[in-house]
């Protein structure tokens, strides 16, 4: 059985730059920098213009990876995309990143599945599992797993939302994972979920089970309520299962794995709350130099966070082969992962 390894990695954030203080001046939230800051670490996130959808951003990653991977979009057999915000109810973004990267076109042409990953902020973690198992099993030689969310265009910017819209901004991560014969890759994954808590943190928009699934008015026109419209979050209860179930994650993927937390070389927790990630560090006496973060800079990116986090430690020289590293997730659903890769 081949190993999977991370062959690649990419990072892409939209240019635009929005402080705490943005939040106030620009859309007049009733909120402050050091609110945000001090009950999230948050100082800015990034926002993309009308007009870009999380494939735009997920290919900007997806190219940068390959080019680490040294490999062209022809080379995969198949993409993963890990999103939460989804240009559309369906088809979902991986086909919009299938065609942009340029596999449909010409005698070339290359229809590699393309499957959407619908599990929030521990996507990522769900695809790298689903990843490595398509590449042991032989399937799979290149598989491209991107983590692409354009939340900016469906947060409630206003004093209502500000619980919510002050935590999330925009961005995509991407790595190829690959076989190799080497003694080297993701050695292990865990994953977990419990539906007693799928309407604790959602953004329904709509309920299926309604006829017609949106009201409508006279005309036809379908009418979303703010209730529903938005992204609704339990922030208490979120916080207190988030420490709970990382703790968790990473004591089973240690156990599993026969080593111990002072083993791990980097830590890469998904970003969604400073004060989650020093809580759980605090428990399992993680030492800070040994985590990294991008939560000041770019707020919660879901799906993007950890393969931002391990393309900017790659880039700047953190992150290097021989590394043991832990990746950590928890989020709506309730959903939760970790994994155990030698780099
Ligand atoms: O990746 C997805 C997983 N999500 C998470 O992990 C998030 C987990 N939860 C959290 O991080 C925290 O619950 C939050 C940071 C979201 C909120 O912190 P909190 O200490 O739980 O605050 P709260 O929601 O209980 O709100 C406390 C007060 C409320 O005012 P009142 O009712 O006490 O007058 C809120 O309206 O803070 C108010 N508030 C704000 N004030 C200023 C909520 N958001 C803001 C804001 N600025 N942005």
Known sequence: MPNAYISGTGGYVPERV?????????YGIDTTHEWIHRRTGIEARRFAEAGVGSADLGEKAARRALEAAGLQPHD???????????????????????EKLGLCEGVNAKFVPALDIRNQC?????????????????ACKHVLLVGGET????????????????????????????????DRGVRGWWLGADGRYADVLCQRVWDIRNRPFIPQDEHGVGQV???????????????????????????????????????IDLWC???????????????????EEKLIHNI???GNTTAATI???MDEAVREGRLTPGMKVAAVGFGSGFTWGSAIIDW
């Open 18 to 26: 929005v402080t705490n203080d943005d939040l106030v001046e620009q």
């Open 76 to 98: 995969l057999d198949m993409i993963l995309f890990a999103t939460l915000s989804p240009e559309y109810c369906f088809p979902g973004s991986g086909v919009f990143l299938q």
């Open 122 to 138: 521990s996507g990522f973690l769900y695809g790298l599992g689903t990843a490595t198992a398509m590449v042991q099993s032989g």
């Open 151 to 182: 939340h900016s265009a469906a947060l409630d910017l206003s004093t209502r939302g500000r619980t919510v819209s002050s935590l999330f901004g925009d961005g995509a991560g991407a790595v190829v994972v690959s076989a190799t014969d080497e």
């Open 225 to 263: 309520q703010p209730e529903i419209m938005w992204a609704h979050m339990e922030g208490k209860k979120v916080f207190r299962a988030a420490v709970e179930r990382m703790c968790e994650a990473v004591i089973t993927a240690c156990t599993s794995q026969g080593i111990t937390g002072e083993d």
């Open 269 to 287: 927790f998904h970003q969604a709350n400073m004060r989650i990630n020093q809580y759980v560090a605090n428990t399992l006496g993680i030492p």
């Open 296 to 298: 000041h800079k770019y």
């Open 307 to 309: 393969p931002l986090l």
